[in-house]
């Protein structure tokens, strides 16, 4: 059997990153950026461990890709992250003219999309990649909460 590193493996590793946050009390999101098919980041949502509310999973890519990489640029690397990218994210996002953005669930409440936030005119975006497990962990977590309060 051939070992494909495809957008479901990729997502798969941005899951494990989603588990940790949900492990920390954090939402559960997370997200691995990649470049030509190699994990450079792997991060997940720590704004309450930090106290910092731009601590999502995909701020704190960023930030490792490019220290990884040198640069401020994401050129030739994919981002895959458990949930659509709130309007802060892409914002960030746009200014490091990601490649690729692959997202597991659609946030139709905070989304960028929904939210009117814009990527980058050259960035590929594709959505819904491991839509209903991503899912499946928000609403535990989001259960999990309501039953501790």
Known sequence: MEFILDDRYFMQKALQEAEVAFEKGEVPVGAVITVNDRIIARAHNLTEQLHDVTAHAEMQAI???????????????????????????AGALYWSQISRIVFAAYDPQRGFSTMGGKIHPKTELKGGVLEVEASDILKRFFIQKRNLN
């Not at 930030?63 to 659509?84: D, I, M, P, Q, R």
């Open 63 to 89: 930030t490792a890709a490019a220290n990884f990489l040198g640069g401020k640029y994401l050129h030739n690397c994919s981002l895959y992250v458990t949930l659509e990218p709130c309007q802060m994210c």
